[in-house]
């Protein structure tokens, strides 16, 4: 079955930097785009950043570009969320999302804090 794990959130003051991992298993990996998605307390999830299956394609929200990094690893089955200048707008719960035909993936989220 398919499963979508993910670690590396935590609590860092503002500025700091974070990197999250998503292992992937039970389907090919390589053939599908990957995402980040993130929901914080009251708000709806949205969309953080995607990454093209060849990872030659990404994009990201209008909130997080130039601050946040999406990358791959086929051979790792695993995707990758680098987050640099962290703020305190960026807490939330960040999920790891695939999309195989008409149905959608998620991982259980980890924890992403920025407070001081």
């Known amino acids: 079955q398919v499963q979508l794990v993910e670690s590396g959130g935590g609590l860092v003051q503002p500025g700091g930097s974070l990197r999250l991992s998503c292992a992937a298993s039970?389907?090919?990996?390589?053939?599908?785009?990957m995402s980040w998605y993130r929901q914080a307390p009251g708000k709806e999830r949205e969309l953080v950043a995607s990454?093209?299956?060849?990872?030659?394609?990404?994009r990201y929200a209008d909130s997080v570009k130039g601050r946040f990094t999406i990358s791959r690893d086929n051979a790792k089955n695993s995707v990758y969320l680098q987050m640099d200048s962290l703020k305190s707008e960026d807490t939330a719960v960040y999920y790891c999302?695939?999309?195989?035909?008409?149905?959608?993936?998620w991982g259980q989220g980890t924890q992403v804090t920025v407070s001081s």
């Open positions: 999302n695939t999309n195989l035909g008409i149905r959608a993936y």
């Open positions: 039970g389907f090919t990996f390589s053939w599908f785009t």
């Open positions: 990454v093209g299956s060849a990872a030659d394609s990404t």
